[in-house]
């Protein structure tokens, strides 16, 4: 069995472990990995480790693995896959997608370990792209806030200079990322390495070198020639030598010589302080120089065959993507119009559930009006009743009207008898009161006379003193007689005179009676039964002089009871009409209401809905809907399929060939080069403006982060490129230009002087 060692392999992305014959060779080595990995356009890569010497060395390919200069006792071996040189445009040399990815990765970890300048702005842009490479399109829902907390996307040197939270940064990072949309990760890859190639430092390998003077320099090794840097500044160069001027590279132990191809200028010849780094020089030279000469040479079959296959793979992937696209498009297109046509379906059944709402409601409002016409009808029937009520008492009250008409006349007549005897009675009070009178003054003679009788009786018998007393007695009797209104004579005359001026005394307390009847107001009316006096006394003894404010009572008494029968008898007819227009009011109102509730109700129910009211056994199905909405469900958009089947008419589609195949070809040759000329302007145009977008959008994003930045945390890079790009205005292409101006033997002798 072979003696096997064993290797460890890591690429960009992956560990390999190989086990491989001890006499194998790097180029062995190496096409193994090559294989493994799939890499075709193997010309760019090598195989990296550091050597005992802790240097950097690269495998050389003709010689065996192990007897290269690798540390003593390491085992498994350590190498690294990366990429030894770059190509000048990343668009048009990469070819396959796995040397692109590759590419990305390693410019990418350069970038975040600082080994190639990257302006803060540009480093925002980059990991919007290395974002949109990792994660796709971006969405929100999927991608909340925080989501790049644990990515590393910007370098230290960025981070440090801004006083700015991760937060604030990962915010800028996804205001861009939002705007990849659509663009796969081979697309955000490819992006990311067209930005970074115009970088300054990007594909540049420094070498610390020194001129016959001795001043330090830096010698930059790239795709595009020798660069020359001073010590302090490895953005801009001071010298630059196209390979296109270079004829002969060779070293001999720290002296490297560069023959240009001008015989006349003289040779470029710089030291180093190792013989190993004269040797990475002689290597990276000779690579960059050979894949300058092949890239200005016609493609070899094997790349042309290359390029037609990856070329056929994009177009096979750009079909795809197209496919995609449009399946894409018309999922969003579909399920745009089925969340309209859900959005109507959901506004249709809210339509109809509130159509059913109103018409449950309108079937209340039936009911309930029913109930009102039923209570309306009841009503009216209690009012007519009420009306008949009514007008029975409306009768009843004309038939106590006219009694109390008859009433009142007999009272009348009553009270002109009243009055009459009343009168009489006054009469015969005054004759009987003059004849009282007279009879008085004649008992008062009498009884003076009596006395004078009695006293001379006495005077004989008993004295002067006797006499005396009964004179006194009867001046106190005639004293307090006027204030009397009676006088009793009895014991004072005989039994047979006192019975003779017994209807006097009567007519007297007659007349004292009267005199005090009790007075009321004038318009109260006292019923002539309710004076006792009255039905006591002779019709005879009444007089009309003795009671002046009596008959004035009276007759007011008089027509007061003659009026009131009318007054009531038309406040109640006023009561009774007053209640039969309040019902039939109420009775009309109500009908009234009923009818506009009707109206109303029917008003306000949409037109399909409408009929619901005056009739119940109208069904209306939910889910019913009108003949436009369903002419609208039944429509769809045009597809592909419909134009592939001839459904879709589109103008122009006819085409007329000549019968001559000649002239076709030419026309048709003719046509595909006008197209092919108009799809490059229109990539030009398209990339200008591209170009010019975002040169806008990092302007914008460099002034926004200025106002932010620590000036004192600012490293040499930041001025240098500040002042040599930014003030002037200057591009790494434009810089290159300008000091590759002059002639060979000028930029030596510049060199030299250094």
């Not at 190993?276 to 890239?295: A, E, P, S, Y």
């Not at 065959?305 to 297109?333: D, F, G, I, T, V």
């Not at 399920?335 to 709402?357: G, I, M, P, V």
């Not at 019709?539 to 009309?544: D, G, W």
Request: proline letters at 5%; glycine letters at 4%.
């Amino acid at each position: 069995m072979p003696k096997l060692f064993d290797v460890r392999v890591t690429t960009m992305d992956a560990e390999l472990e190989f086990s491989m014959p001890w006499k194998s060779s790097g180029q062995e080595l190496f096409d193994m990995v090559t294989k493994t990995i799939g890499i075709r356009e193997i010309w760019f890569f090598g195989l990296y480790y550091t050597d005992s010497k802790s240097c950097p060395a690269w495998l050389k390919l003709n010689k065996k693995v192990v007897e290269q200069d690798f540390p003593a006792r390491q085992n498994p071996l350590q190498l690294i896959f990366r990429s030894k040189f770059f190509p000048e445009d990343v668009e048009e040399e990469l070819i396959t997608d796995i040397t692109m990815h590759l590419f990305f990765l390693q410019v990418k970890q350069a970038i975040l370990d600082m080994d190639i300048y990257c302006p803060p702005e540009a480093s925002v842009l980059l990991a919007s792209y290395a974002v949109q490479a990792k994660y796709g399109d971006y969405d929100p829902t999927v991608y909340p806030p925080g989501f790049l907390k644990d990515e590393v996307l910007l370098p230290p040197r960025v981070i440090d200079q801004y006083q700015m939270t991760p937060e604030m940064w990962e915010e800028r990072i996804t205001s861009w990322y939002s705007e990849h949309v659509g663009m796969l990760r081979d697309e955000a890859e490819m992006e990311y390495l067209k930005i970074a190639q115009d970088l300054e430092m990007y594909g540049v390998n420094y070498f610390p070198i020194k001129n016959k003077k001795g001043t330090d320099l830096w010698l930059g090794v790239d795709a595009l020639g020798l660069n020359v840097y001073e010590v302090n500044d490895k953005l801009t160069p001071v010298i630059s030598f196209p390979w296109s001027e270079i004829r002969n590279i060779a070293f001999k132990d720290k002296k490297f010589t560069i023959k240009p191809t001008d015989k006349k200028s003289p040779d470029f010849v710089f030291y180093t302080q190792k013989l190993r780094t004269n040797k990475m020089i002689l290597q990276l030279n000779v690579g960059n120089h050979d894949l300058f000469m092949r890239r200005r040479n016609e493609d070899t079959m094997e790349i042309q065959q290359m390029k037609a296959q990856a070329k056929e793979e994009r177009a096979r992937k750009q079909a795809e993507r197209n496919r995609l696209a449009r399946e894409r498009a018309a999922r969003e297109e579909a399920e745009r119009e089925k969340e309209e046509l859900q959005a109507r379906l959901r506004h249709f059944e809210e339509e109809a559930k509130k159509a059913n709402e109103m018409l449950l409601q309108s079937e209340e409002r039936s009911k309930l009006l029913h109930q009102k016409a039923v209570q309306a009808e009841e009503d009216a029937a209690a009012t007519i009743q009420k009306a008949q009520e009514a007008e029975q008492e409306i009768q009843r009250v004309r038939a106590m009207a006219a009694k109390t008409e008859e009433e009142k006349r007999a009272l009348e007549g009553k009270a002109h008898e009243a009055q009459e005897l009343a009168q009489q009675l006054l009469r015969t009070s005054d004759e009987r009161q003059k004849e009282a009178s007279h009879l008085k003054v004649e008992l008062v003679a009498a009884r003076q006379a009596e006395m004078d009788a009695k006293h001379q009786l006495l005077s004989v018998t008993s004295g002067t003193s006797t006499r005396s007393y009964v004179a006194g007695d009867l001046q106190v009797r005639q004293d307090q007689a006027p204030h009397r209104s009676s006088i009793s004579l009895q014991g004072l005359i005989p039994y047979g005179h006192h019975t003779q001026q017994m209807p006097q005394y009567h007519a007297v307390q007659a007349r004292n009676s009267l005199t005090r009847l009790p007075t009321g107001p004038a318009n109260v009316a006292v019923p002539m039964q309710a004076l006792p006096q009255y039905n006591s006394l002779p019709h005879h003894l009444v007089s009309p002089d003795t009671l002046p404010h009596r008959s004035e009572s009276v007759r007011t008494m008089a027509a007061s009871t003659a009026a009131l029968p009318d007054y009531e008898t038309h406040l109640r007819l006023h009561s009774a009409q007053a209640s039969m227009t309040d019902l039939s009011s109420s009775h009309l109102n109500v009908a009234s209401s009923a009818e506009a509730g009707t109206e109303d109700t029917a008003s306000t129910l949409p037109p399909p809905y409408s009929g619901a009211v005056h009739n119940k056994t109208t069904s209306l199905p939910i889910r019913q809907l009108p003949a436009d909405h369903a002419l609208l469900l039944t429509k769809r958009r045009p597809t592909v399929s419909d134009a592939a089947n001839g459904d879709l008419a589109t103008e122009g589609s006819a085409t007329s060939l000549t019968d001559d195949a000649d002239e076709s070809a030419v026309v048709l040759i003719s046509d595909d080069v006008a197209e092919l000329s108009k799809a490059i302007e229109q990539e030009r145009l398209e990339y200008i403006q591209k170009s010019k977008r975002l040169q806008q959008q990092l302007t914008e994003l460099k002034t926004e982060i200025t106002v932010l930045k620590v000036s004192d945390k600012q490293t040499d890079e930041d001025r240098q490129h500040e002042e040599n790009y930014v003030q002037k205005g200057e591009t790494k292409y434009s810089t290159l230009s300008k000091i590759t101006s002059g002639t060979t033997r000028s930029r030596v002798d510049y060199f030299e002087q250094l």
